[in-house]
């Protein structure tokens, strides 16, 4: 996702009356207090063959021109394309929590889950703020906030290293609530601070092991990273991958993050081994900046890429 600000608006009443109406007002009311879904995990006494099975998601910028447009059909389409993860980004945090309840409920009837949001920096400052992000993630069933972007004070090696402290005390409020702190990186930061190492070493370094490194394949890879080496850096903390791709050219001539998934640069046999070999993953988000096709039919292309991939 870029690291600038993404422009978004408050949902309508509109859209939010289309979900209500397609939603039983009764299990509305239920969605918070059912179970919050868990990764499918391996059975130890399955036989060795069984592959673990690893969710797979769209990060839901990927269709935010459509969702801003009307969001129950926006998750019903993800949802027929075979998703069964969903990433919401910042506009979220302007619902409503009987909003979000519907939202849970409406996913739960497609089969859709939220592990993870995209969140601005005072997700993670005690106030109002975070009180509310924490209770929007409980309803949506999601494990970890994810810091969208850096906030503007992080400059130069000490402003990363003070945003890495606030980070780490997230860690540690949003805990008691069965949640996590991460950060989504993006190209500027692979490139090295004065007087320390790359900007992603430094947050890695000066962040606990339970904080989630989510990991934006395709700007690491535009920066000239190695990503094989990064997750092998970091075993255990790249729980979730954001499947995006990149080739070198102009947006223009349908280049750079123009290209779907798989149709980059990126070693993905590689970057997956890594990932679930050492990584820690545990479910993966594609996402895509715009191609040149419709929105839909983007998520739902590379999601035949993935799927043809992992048969492969």
């Not at 995006?244 to 980059?264: H, Q």
Request: proline fraction near 7%.
């Amino acid at each position: 996702m870029p690291r600038q600000k993404i422009p978004g608006k408050p949902l309508s009443r509109r859209n939010f009356l289309a979900l209500s109406a397609v939603v039983p007002a009764a299990l509305v009311a239920q969605s918070v207090s059912r179970p919050a879904f868990a990764a499918p995990a391996v059975d130890a006494a399955a036989p060795a063959l069984v592959a673990k099975k690893y969710p797979i998601g769209l990060e839901l910028y990927s269709v935010r021109t459509e969702l801003m447009r009307n969001l129950p059909d926006t998750l019903r389409a993800v949802a027929k394309c075979g998703y069964e993860v969903v990433e919401f980004y910042s506009p979220y945090s302007s619902w409503t929590l009987p909003f979000a309840k519907g939202v849970r409920t409406l996913m739960e009837d497609l089969g859709l889950r939220c592990y993870s949001t995209h969140n601005g920096f005072g997700s993670f400052t005690p106030g109002e703020t975070m009180a509310k992000a924490i209770e929007l993630n409980q309803i949506l069933g999601a494990r970890h906030l994810i810091l969208a972007s850096a906030p503007p004070s992080a400059k130069g090696l000490e402003g990363w290293k003070k945003l890495c402290g606030q980070l780490t005390t997230a860690v540690e409020q949003l805990a008691p609530h069965g949640l996590s702190a991460g950060f989504h990186n993006h190209r500027v930061e692979w490139a090295p601070l004065d007087g320390g190492g790359r900007i992603m070493d430094v947050i890695a370094a000066n962040t606990p092991q339970e904080f989630v490194l989510q990991f934006d394949v395709g700007t690491c890879v535009e920066a000239g990273a190695d990503p094989v080496a990064w997750i092998k850096a970091n075993p255990g903390r790249i729980k979730s991958v954001h499947l995006k791709d990149w080739t070198p050219g102009a947006r223009a001539d349908e280049k750079a993050y123009r290209v779907l998934f798989g149709e980059g640069v990126a070693p993905w046999k590689e970057i997956l081994a890594a990932a679930e070999s050492a990584g820690g993953v545990e479910f993966y988000l594609l996402e895509q900046e715009g191609s040149r096709f419709p929105e839909i039919e983007t998520a739902q292309r590379c999601l035949d890429n993935w799927k043809a991939m992992r048969r492969a």
